[in-house]
């Protein structure tokens, strides 16, 4: 054993420390130490030298040779050389002290060399490690609608956990599956829901993470409903319908206050028109949409739709009717043309007649005659067995179609689609005078229509969305069958038709007018 591991071991069992072989090398070998110990036993040289120096009395030398007797001398095979003398220090005698059992100290690791694995740590001795931080996704609920999604949770140091319960107040309408990681329920209602998750994963057993689940509110909810001022002008019901059930024949029309007019507290902008002759066996179906930016406008489409359909019911349920319905039954290249003549005079005398007389009523109020634009669809029709015939006037937006049990159908017109949303042409003196009236009006004559439909751009915005979009058979197949159950019993027919107008459509807010023939 070096002198340096002895004074250290020999430091350590004097203050009840007992410590192996291994941990001596460590801290005999530690910088540090082996300098302050090469710096005390020079200084220990230094004072035995000068004590030494100055025992110059028999007793000392007596002394001297008393500590080195003859039994313990050692004979080296050179006897003119002796034998070097020791250092004080180790002449102490080395005493191995029995002390109680003290707590140890935790020991310097040792210096490895390469290639070395260092000694493994107690248990006890390591700390325990902190618990990992949880983030928790799930999307957003709407209030009253279904809703099932999974709850991901992810840990930041990268181990897999797995959810074990969810705490969920009370009454809200949710629920979690362990099995299927899975929230699921009904909102009952909108706002903040407080959870708390409890988790595991490998190295913790009892995590818990708070979750914040957002509810929705339910977009119709958000919406008022608010009456116009008392004292406004040109009153009109919020909703209206009507409908003829005769022998052969069955319409039914319907017409309902959008939201947007709902929420603003202002009368609906649409208005439509529907009359049958028994005499003769003409329909006549109209539909109006009064323009949103006008103050007048709803004035301005019930005006164009009564004044129109009047003036059409008036012709066709007289001779002029009975002589038309002649010439539609037999149908040849002479009658084909005459009928569309009397068609073209008969729905232009009746634009003239709404323009005018929207134009008494501007000047009667006092109003600019702007403010009472309007669009107008018309449609008169007539059956001849299972033949239909119709003539068509497209003013606007909207949509006039003649559909077939087939699925196939014929659009009757061309909207009037301005650069942007929501622009068209309105009612005027000008669209009377145009060269191109003639183009709005559509004539024709089929074996297999079943269904005669018009309707305001409240209805089919949301429906077909885009022009190209009335041209698909596919939606107006969609849309007849969903219509065809509120047909079943023609006299309820107007009523579930007016209650069907209020489907809920994002983005989709105006008046809504659909009158229909089958």
């Not at 109680?100 to 325990?128: I, N, Y």
């Not at 959810?163 to 209602?189: E, R, W, Y």
């Not at 005499?279 to 739709?305: F, K, P, Y």
């Not at 939606?475 to 209020?502: F, H, I, M, Y």
Request: with cysteine; net charge negative; proline share 7%.
């Amino acid at each position: 054993m070096s002198v340096k591991k002895e004074i250290i071991g020999f430091i350590l069992h004097s203050h009840g420390h007992h410590v192996g072989d291994e941990e001596l090398d460590a801290l005999s070998g530690e910088p540090a130490l082996r300098d302050k110990l090469d710096a005390l036993l020079t200084e220990l040289e230094n004072q035995l030298a000068a004590v030494e120096s100055k025992a110059t009395t028999p007793q000392a030398e007596e002394s001297a040779e008393a500590i080195e007797s003859p039994d313990d001398a050692v004979t080296e095979p050179d006897a003119e050389q002796a034998a070097p003398r020791p250092e004080l220090w180790k002449l102490m005698p080395y005493y191995e002290f029995v002390t109680p059992a003290k707590a140890t100290l935790d020991p310097t690791p040792p210096v490895l060399k390469p290639g070395q694995v260092p000694p493994a740590r107690s248990a006890e001795a390591e700390r325990p490690r902190p618990a990992p931080c949880a983030r928790i996704s799930v999307p957003n609920a709407r209030a009253g609608e279904a809703f099932c999604a999974p709850l991901v949770i992810t840990l930041d140091d990268g181990q897999t956990a797995t959810i074990n319960d969810v705490v969920i107040p009370d009454a809200c309408g949710l629920h979690f599956d362990k099995a299927q990681q899975v929230l699921s329920g009904v909102p009952s209602q909108s706002g903040d829901i407080e959870m708390l998750v409890r988790w595991s994963c490998a190295s913790h057993t009892n995590g818990e993470t708070p979750l914040l689940f957002v509810v929705n509110p339910d977009p119709r909810s958000l919406w008022k409903i608010i009456e116009p001022p008392a004292d406004a002008p040109y009153p009109k019901a919020h909703v209206e319908h009507e409908g003829i059930v005769r022998d052969g024949v069955r319409i039914a029309g319907a017409s309902r206050r959008g939201r947007s007019h709902e929420h603003a507290g202002s009368f609906r902008d649409d208005d439509f028109y529907l009359n049958h002759s028994e005499e003769t066996g003409w329909s006549v179906m109209l539909v109006a949409d009064g323009a949103g930016s006008a103050a007048n406008s709803r004035e301005g489409s019930r005006i164009a739709a009564e004044v129109a359909g009047e003036y059409l019911f008036s012709q066709l349920r007289g001779p002029r009717g009975a002589e038309l319905k002649q010439q539609i039954a037999r149908w040849g290249s002479e009658e084909q043309q005459n009928t569309i003549n009397a068609m073209l005079h008969h729905f232009k005398q009746a634009a003239t007649l709404a323009v005018n007389s929207i134009s008494n009523e501007a000047i009667r109020a006092e109003q600019p005659v702007k403010t009472y634009s309007t669009t107008l669809l018309a449609t008169v029709s007539l059956r001849l067995g299972e033949q239909l015939f119709a003539a068509s006037f497209w003013l606007g937006d909207g949509a006039i179609a003649a559909y077939s049990p087939s699925g196939k159908v014929r659009v009757l017109g061309n909207p009037d689609s301005g650069e942007y949303a929501g622009q068209t042409r309105f009612l005027d003196a000008s669209i009377i005078a145009d060269p191109a009236f003639s183009g709005r009006i559509s004539v024709g004559k089929w074996q297999d229509v079943s269904h005669l439909i018009l309707m305001t751009d409240g209805v089919s915005d949301p429906r077909f969305e885009t022009d190209n979009g009335l041209r698909s058979d596919e939606k107006w197949t969609q849309l007849v069958n969903e219509l065809s159950p509120l047909l079943a019993d023609a006299g309820q027919a107007p009523e579930r038709l007016a209650e069907w107008l209020n489907f809920f459509s994002p983005g989709n807010h105006d008046d809504r007018t659909l009158v229909l023939a089958w």
